[in-house]
């Protein structure tokens, strides 16, 4: 019997008494395992072989489960430390309790979620109590993990599941093939097998020469199990980073560019915010401890000094409270893109400005929040503003309508908020596919006369801020920014995302 090469290989290294995995195969032969299953499923189409597969599920200790393993879960260093406190006898304050079991940031919540689940205790108004009949020892999570840590088989499947829930161990299923001789194969064997020249690819030589009619063709194996590739592709926030800004230039706006780290001047004191009102520090902007900024025209800066001290126009009233220079050049990291707007509208980044006129930009803010599923230190802003006469608020709200209805979101909803820089103002908000919550995605407004009178402007202007991360929320029905953004994002979550065009 003639076989190609392959084939033979795998004929020989198989055996009628005993399966042999693909891997086995592999290694005996030299042969890629993709190799190896092709030519098995050809032996066994020819009744030499036969091909059994079973599920295979395996587990793997993520970078989080492996500092569990050295350093303890910890629920359980939770019940350690307040046993050590004689929390067994009489409850004990819960902060002495933490500060003794070393734990740290998010350690703290993970131990007092699984502290009363695992009844090693109770923990009720800041006071902890632990059971003195429960043991740290047996805990079935931390055996499971140790276990696997130290590659042993057998973990409890319980534990396991709870170990995988909490991120601390990726579970992953497969199949594994094994190939037994069928008694066709030991008697081709027995007869002898030797090896066809086999060609796998048709050449202009072969056709030149005519060789393609003597020549034994291999067969292709759709079913053949291949190697899996990922190819890179582009962020889905960055996919719809650009949508966006195709849907506004489509909306006849134009990109603004600008610095991340720029001056009070350009974030705060254009917008009309007091320099000693909380309002300025409700971002909790990141300060920088760089030398001031120097490039402030000078006589925007008396313009926008005299309104907060003085006011704008005939009835006006400034702040009756402290404004500094030096305060005005102290440099951040904008907490929002509205510093582009300012510059864009005082006529400072690309000259002066006649009506009608629509800008935007899709760009990085920071804030300092505390961060939780829908909030980031920093996040995208979509911001954008159209200078014009007459402008009202229905203009507003039809602009949002159209722009959200392209990424399919119709069920917009509006409701009155307050910036010291916009009069009025709204916050936009839109319901989460998925939980039906409603959910903050913006704030607008029409620019105040003190805002635009100092930047030279005459006519209205309307602007907002959006978030393109809850815009991708609704979209996807992504439930926690997390994970589509930053170190953290789930990276299977995203490619199993189906992009939407
Ligand atoms: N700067 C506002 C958004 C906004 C921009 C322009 C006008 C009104 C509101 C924010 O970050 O929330």
Redesign the pocket.
């Known amino acids: 019997m003639r076989l190609p090469e392959s084939q033979v290989a795998v004929l020989e290294a198989a055996s009628a008494t005993e399966e042999r995995t693909i891997e086995q195969l592999s290694d005996d032969t030299g042969l890629k395992p993709e190799t190896v299953t092709g030519a098995a499923f050809d032996l066994e189409d020819e009744g030499l072989v036969s091909v059994s597969a079973a599920e295979t599920v395996s587990y793997a200790v993520t970078d989080e489960g492996e500092t569990y393993a050295d350093a303890g879960l910890p629920e359980v260093r939770l019940y350690r430390a307040a046993v050590d406190a004689g929390a067994d006898d009489a409850p004990v304050s819960m902060g002495e309790v933490i500060g003794a079991a070393d734990l740290g940031g998010p350690a703290v919540d993970i131990a007092l979620a699984n502290y009363a689940r695992k009844g090693y205790g109770e923990v009720k108004s800041g006071q902890i109590t632990a059971d003195p009949d429960a043991d740290p020892d047996a805990d079935p999570e931390a055996a499971a993990l140790a276990a696997l840590v130290d590659g042993e088989d057998g973990a409890d499947e319980d534990a396991l599941d709870e170990l995988v829930r909490r991120g601390l161990v990726e579970r992953s299923e497969g199949a594994v093939r094994s190939v037994t001789l069928t008694d066709a194969g030991v008697t081709a064997l027995m007869e002898g097998v030797e090896v066809a020249a086999t060609v796998d690819r048709l050449t202009p030589e072969m056709l030149a020469s005519g060789e393609w009619q003597d020549v034994e063709f291999a067969a292709y194996n759709v079913e053949a199990d291949a190697p899996e590739t990922r190819g890179g592709k582009v962020h889905i926030l960055r996919q719809t980073a650009e949508r966006v800004k195709d849907t506004l230039v489509g909306m006849g706006f134009r990109e603004m560019d600008g610095p991340h780290a720029d001056s009070e001047f350009w974030i705060n004191d254009c917008l009309f915010m007091p320099q000693d009102h909380p309002a300025r520090t409700h971002?909790d902007q990141f300060a920088l401890d760089v030398p001031p900024m120097r490039d402030i025209p000078e006589d925007l800066l008396d313009r926008v000094r005299s309104a907060h001290l003085d006011g704008v126009g005939e009835d006006g009233d400034g702040y009756h409270s402290p404004w500094t220079e030096a305060v005005a050049r102290e440099v951040d990291l904008r907490?929002?893109?509205?510093s582009l707007?300012m510059r864009y509208l005082s006529g400072h980044e690309i000259g002066e400005l006649e009506p009608p006129e629509r800008f935007f930009s899709v760009e990085k803010?920071y804030r300092n929040d505390t961060l939780d599923p829908t909030h980031l230190l920093e996040f995208f802003?979509i911001?954008g503003?159209v200078m014009a006469e007459d402008l009202s608020v229905r203009d507003l709200m039809g602009t949002f309508e159209e722009f959200y209805e392209q990424f399919g979101i119709t069920d917009l909803q509006f409701k009155p908020h307050y910036?010291p820089?916009?009069e009025p103002?709204f916050e936009l908000f839109g319901t989460h596919p998925e939980t039906g919550e409603l959910i903050e995605i913006?704030?607008?407004?029409m620019?105040r006369e003190e805002v635009l009178r100092p930047l030279g402007v005459e006519c209205n202007v309307m602007?907002?801020?959006l978030a393109l991360e809850r815009l991708l929320m609704l979209m996807y029905g992504f439930d926690d920014i997390r994970d589509v953004h930053g170190t953290l994002c789930d990276l299977d979550l995203l490619r199993e995302t189906e992009v939407l065009h």
């Open positions: 971002w907490g929002h893109t509205t707007s803010v802003q911001e503003w910036n820089y916009t103002s913006g704030n607008s407004g620019f602007a907002w801020g």
